[in-house]
């Protein structure tokens, strides 16, 4: 019976996960967070024990929690462009500084780490598909602020992986554009401040028109998060020690979309939903440059694919979520929140 630490339980990941493990395991979730609206069903479970709490302020609870729990997973996260851009000592703060203390903690206490990297961590790099073990991690300038991000995980990744050396039991695992709801809040009508999808979804709702930026030509691969708690609740069993030292690129390589063809793909399944189709008649589709949107300092990827051969042979595991299936279970979810989306017009 896992003891299972999350920090950011009330993340996109974080509730996703919780939601998943008091289903289908016996393991104990130990979560904390500064909020609870994902979890709110959760927190009356047995084997769910929250605590209100901030890491970088609540270090002695969480470093006893590492002491305590089997597996620690510190999702706490600052993950959206814009603020890379417009805040990046705040993402170096947070996403680096303040995770470190929980690195060395797991180190001391002999748990197994399951720390968050990122498909950021690849940059620029020119392979056609992502490979952890080979392909070169390739950023831009310093005057592009958008790298702080992608540099204080690659660092992290970097610092683990000397713990590693010396004995820490950790797996690394980078994300693919995971999506699915509860990923940013569709209330937030402001640019940038959200992800691709969630932002198009948010547009959609409001009847608001759905920019792209430069063109909308850069492609991602996108992937279901049932499909990544799969591979995450793998993970954790680490049946047989299988995912201690490795890094796993976490994605679906068949759902590789230019972010124009999802703008448009949104747009044509709004149109069979009642509750979105009016609103959606009145979007159009208009083109941005990534100052105007995410402000100077942006840089982007035009190609993101994942290498996910060890990731499938050594958990057990493959994607299995198409694109318009993952798209429709994000408008299915959201059929009963589309007035409270709407009202932000007023």
């Not at 932002?199 to 049932?226: C, P």
Request: net charge negative; hydrophobic share 40%.
């Amino acid at each position: 019976m896992k003891k299972v630490l999350i920090l950011g339980v009330n993340g996109f990941i974080g509730h996703h996960l919780s939601k998943r493990i008091l289903a289908t395991t016996d393991w104990h979730v130990y979560g904390m967070d500064m909020s609870t609206d994902r979890i709110s069903d959760m927190l009356d479970h047995p084997r769910m024990h929250f605590f209100e709490g901030d890491i970088t302020i609540n270090k002695e609870w969480v470093e006893y929690h590492v002491k305590k729990c089997d597996v620690i997973l510190p999702l706490v996260a600052i993950a959206t462009p814009s603020t890379y851009v417009k805040a990046p000592l705040r993402v170096f703060e947070l996403d680096f500084e303040a995770n470190l203390p929980i690195v060395r903690s797991a180190a001391k206490y002999g748990k197994h780490l399951v720390f968050p990297s990122t498909s950021e961590v690849y940059g620029m790099c020119h392979d056609e598909e992502f490979d952890p073990e080979n392909s070169e991690l390739i950023c831009g300038p310093i005057n592009k602020p958008r790298w702080i991000y992608a540099n204080a995980k690659q660092l992290m990744d970097r610092v683990i992986w000397g713990y590693g050396m010396e004995g820490l039991n950790f797996t690394l695992f980078r994300p693919f554009n995971w999506i699915g709801a509860g990923l940013d809040s569709i209330h937030t009508p402001k640019e940038g401040s959200s992800r691709v999808v969630t932002q198009f979804f948010g547009h959609i709702v409001r009847g608001e028109n759905i920019s792209l930026v430069d063109g909308g030509a850069q492609k991602r691969a996108f992937t279901d998060i049932d499909d990544g708690i799969d591979a995450l609740v793998k993970i954790i069993a680490n049946q047989d020690g299988a995912a201690s030292g490795k890094i796993y690129n976490i994605g679906n390589p068949v759902n590789n979309y230019s972010i124009r063809e999802l703008a448009a793909m949104m747009l044509e399944l709004a149109a069979d939903y009642p509750e979105y189709a009016g609103s959606a008649r009145q979007v159009k589709i208009v083109e941005t440059t990534s100052g105007a949107y995410y402000g100077a300092g942006y840089q982007d990827v035009q190609n993101r694919v994942p290498k996910i051969t060890n990731t499938c042979a050594e958990l057990d595991w493959a994607p299995t979520t198409g694109m318009a299936d993952a798209l429709k279970k994000i408008f299915d979810a959201y059929r009963g929140q589309v007035g409270a989306a709407q009202a932000l017009m007023d």
